[in-house]
């Protein structure tokens, strides 16, 4: 395999977590709401996709700057960061509508569990990549439900020391609340708060959900085919839903990135692609040429998601909003033209794509949303990428015991048809990580072809 791209193997664990402690964190001081008081989630929040809870993990090494014990720390930052970010400490309900809102009772708060493992940090072994072994450092409710979201706790956090004085922190966040750059924003707020000692939340948080009201009456104005249900008449969900997938991650050098893109923009004098175009295209062109997906005239569609807030000018969104303010773009393409078209080809269609969504399109997705309110996630022929590297993942998580080692999710096989770019997590590292699911019998076949680039199909 090309040196510029490697195939990097995560060791599978077994990692004993005993929980002794649990408790609730309040706000430190007073919140602008009161007991019966609701928040309204815009449509971009309130979407079946963002009904979830994102899970994260950050590992850090004992140091000696660790003077105050690290879940006391973490729970007084916290509590004085929920208070301009108050809306952490409700809980989640339906309306009548099918909408869901945010509502404020007594003692709700966000959730802080302590627990300790036999085994030392440095037994994990590689900590530069998601690693599924890792699920028993991100706490869960006994018999919790998938995908519940109602009266839960919409923040999480699990710390675990390990017998070296290393330790993890686990979080579940809900994806109602924020994005990923509004995530960013409030773990970074929570960050300094630790680091200082006193609350810094720059810039300051505004909710502003009414922002994305639906017009009235609702204007649908493009056909939004990544909200669609399409009957999968081809190979390709089985494919990887059948057979347990293997969650593989490739470490990609910067050059390699640059490769692409120049590869991609060799044919095209009117569009100037970027990065994140090339890659998604060729990442998507190798993963169904090695599932060789058929029949060859079925429509497959890539969606990934595009922030949106410089995009917004009557009037402009506050700098302190962290709510859901991305929209969903998607590529659509039959099997045979994407197997047998070159990467300029597929790397517009992305670029098309991504450049469609603006201002207009949002509101028209937010009408879309009120009017047909999608009740299930859709996977018909369908891959997303979701792209993490634009997110300060390890700038922001220095509580004051330095950088994590480690900082991004764990697991993507509940999920097979998601692709995810990570950062690279070394101090000088300019790389990413390209993480996706294949069945067994198609991994050598997927690095043959990414490792192939070539400015033909």
């Known amino acids: 395999m090309a040196s510029f791209m490697e195939d990097i193997k995560f060791p599978h664990l077994s990692i004993p977590v005993t929980i002794k402690h649990k408790q609730v964190v309040l706000p430190a001081g007073p919140i602008p709401v009161n007991n019966n008081d609701t928040l309204y989630l815009s449509n971009l929040d309130d979407t079946v996709g963002c009904r979830v809870f994102t899970p994260t993990v950050y590992f850090y090494h004992s140091t000696p700057s660790m003077s105050k014990h690290v879940v006391e720390k973490l729970r007084d930052a916290l509590a004085l960061v929920l208070v301009p970010y108050y809306p952490f400490s409700g809980r989640i309900r339906g309306t009548n509508n099918g909408k869901l809102e945010i509502f404020f009772g007594p003692n709700q708060g966000v959730l802080m569990v302590e627990g300790y493992s036999s085994i030392a940090l440095t037994d994990l072994g590689d900590l530069s990549i998601p690693n599924p072994s890792w699920s028993p450092l991100i706490y869960r409710f006994p018999d919790e439900e998938p995908y519940k979201v109602i009266d839960m706790p919409l923040l999480i956090a699990q710390v675990t020391y390990f017998r070296d004085g290393g330790f993890s922190l686990g979080l579940r966040m809900c994806h109602c609340l924020c994005d990923g750059i509004g995530a960013m924003q409030f773990f970074n707020a929570w960050a300094t708060t630790a680091r200082v000692g006193t609350l810094v939340a720059s810039p300051n948080p505004c909710w502003d959900r009414e922002y994305f009201l639906p ?174 590297t634009r997110f300060l993942l390890y700038e922001s998580a220095d509580f004051g015991w330095g950088r994590p080692v480690y900082a991004g999710p764990i697991d993507l096989t509940p999920t097979p048809q998601v692709c995810v770019f990570l950062p690279e997590g070394g101090i000088n590292a300019d790389g990413m990580l390209v993480c996706l699911c294949l069945p067994p019998t198609a991994c050598k076949r997927f690095e043959e072809l990414f490792c192939l680039i070539e400015n033909r199909a």
């Not at 590529?331 to 269609?349: F, G, M, Q, R």
């Open 215 to 388: 017009r009235d009456p609702p204007l649908i104005k493009y056909p939004h085919f990544e909200f669609m249900s399409v009957v999968d008449e081809s190979n390709l969900t089985s494919s990887l839903w059948e057979v347990k997938p293997v969650q593989k991650c490739y470490k990609v050098s910067r050059e390699f990135q640059e490769q692409v893109k120049s590869m991609a923009q060799e044919t095209s004098k009117d569009s100037k692609y970027t990065a994140f175009d090339a890659m998604a295209a060729h990442v998507w062109r190798s993963w169904v040429k090695a599932l060789n997906v058929k029949p060859s005239d079925f429509e497959l569609r890539l969606t990934f998601t595009v922030n949106t807030r410089h995009m917004l000018k009557d009037p402009p969104l506050k700098d302190g909003f962290y709510g859901n303010a991305v929209c969903v773009a998607c590529a659509t393409s039959k099997v045979e033209e994407l197997i047998n078209h070159p990467l300029p080809w597929t790397t517009d269609l992305v670029h098309r794509a991504r450049v469609g969504v603006n201002e207009d399109y949002l509101r028209s997705t937010l009408d879309y949303v009120e009017v047909r309110r999608p009740k299930t996630l859709e996977f018909g022929g369908k891959l997303t990428i979701t792209q993490w």
